[in-house]
C-alpha cells in the first residue's frame, strides 16, 4: 500500500519557507538605476578603452590597430594636452595613473607598458600572462581584468601578479569584465557587451550590487560605428562618477538611484 505523506507542523513549515528564503535573497545583489545629472563632449573617433580624472586632468585610451592613442585633456575646459601614439603593433586597452606613471594595457600582446604621466613618454613594459582589457589601482597594486570572470592584482614595483581574484553574482561566475575604477574601496567594472556596471567588493570577489545603464546614449545620437558601453572615472575634486562608450559623443555624470526611482530621475521627452 502507498507509504503515508510525512506530517509536518505548520510552524516547523513556516520556518523552513523562511529559512529557503532567506537563503535566496541573502546574497542577491542590489539593483541601481541612474540619473543624468552633467555630460561633456567627446571626440566620436575615441574607442574608449580607459578611462581615469587625477589632478583635474582626464586621461583616455583609444584602442585599435594602428589607431591607438593616449590623450590627456584638462578636465574643466575639455581642452587636449597632449596625444600620444601608440606602436601601431598594439591594441590599446585600459589605463590607470599610479604615482608618476601612467600603465596601460594592450589586449593581445602580453604586456603592460608603462609611461611618464607628466608628458606620456613611454619608459618600460612588463609581461603578463594573457590578454588585457580594464586596469585601475588601489594606490598601490594595479588591478586588471583580460575578459574572463578573474581580476589580478600587480605589484608594479616587482612586475608580478600577488593575487587573483574570482568574480561571482549570487554564486555564478561573472565574465566579460572590462573596463574597471576603484570607487571608493570597490571596484566597478563594465561588463562587455551590456550596459551593465557591477560593482565588486575585492575582499572575496563577490558582486555587492549593479548599475543598469540601458539607454543612457539615446538611439537618435547612435550611428554605425557606435559600440559598447564602456568607461568608468571617479573625479576625486567632487566624488563624480563619469561614464562612456566607444565612439560616444558625450561623457556622462551619473548618479545613482533605487531601481524603482528610475522613472522619475530620467522621465521620458514630452511629446508635442
Do not use: C
Not at 9 to 30: F, N
Not at 39 to 54: A, F, M, N, Y
Not at 69 to 91: C, H, M, Q, T, Y
Request: no cysteine; charged share 25%; proline share 7%.
Amino acid at each position: 500500500m502507498p507509504t503515508a505523506m510525512p506530517r509536518f507542523p505548520i510552524r516547523q513549515l513556516a520556518a523552513w519557507l523562511a529559512l529557503a528564503l532567506l537563503s535566496a535573497t541573502a546574497g542577491a545583489a542590489e539593483q541601481h538605476a541612474y540619473k543624468v545629472v552633467d555630460k561633456k563632449p567627446q571626440s566620436r573617433d575615441t574607442w574608449v578603452q580607459g578611462l581615469e580624472i587625477v589632478d583635474d586632468q582626464l586621461y583616455v585610451s583609444s584602442g585599435g590597430y594602428g589607431k591607438s592613442l593616449l590623450r590627456r585633456f584638462d578636465f574643466a575646459s575639455g581642452e587636449l594636452d597632449i596625444e600620444r601614439k601608440v606602436n601601431p603593433g598594439v591594441f590599446a586597452e585600459g589605463l590607470t595613473v599610479l604615482g608618476d606613471k601612467l600603465y596601460l594595457l594592450t589586449w593581445k600582446s602580453r604586456n603592460l607598458l608603462i609611461y611618464n604621466r607628466d608628458d606620456l613618454s613611454p619608459l618600460q613594459r612588463m609581461q603578463i600572462p594573457g590578454e588585457g582589457w580594464g586596469l585601475t589601482n588601489n594606490g598601490e597594486q594595479l588591478v586588471y581584468s583580460d575578459g574572463s570572470d578573474r581580476l589580478y592584482f600587480v605589484a608594479p614595483d616587482q612586475h608580478r601578479i600577488t593575487r587573483a581574484l574570482r568574480v561571482t553574482e549570487n554564486g555564478r561566475p561573472v565574465t566579460r569584465l572590462n573596463e574597471l575604477e576603484w570607487i571608493d574601496g570597490r571596484i566597478w567594472a563594465n561588463v562587455w557587451q551590456t550596459d551593465r556596471i557591477v560593482i565588486i567588493n575585492p575582499a572575496d570577489g563577490v558582486v555587492e550590487a549593479s548599475v543598469d545603464l540601458r539607454d543612457l546614449l539615446p538611439l537618435p545620437e547612435r550611428r554605425s560605428d557606435t559600440d559598447v558601453l564602456n568607461g568608468i572615472a571617479r573625479n576625486p575634486a567632487d566624488g563624480g562618477i563619469w561614464v562612456t562608450g566607444k565612439n560616444w559623443p558625450w561623457i556622462y555624470r551619473i548618479e545613482l538611484v533605487p531601481t524603482a526611482a528610475a522613472a522619475d530621475a530620467n522621465p521620458p521627452p514630452a511629446t508635442p
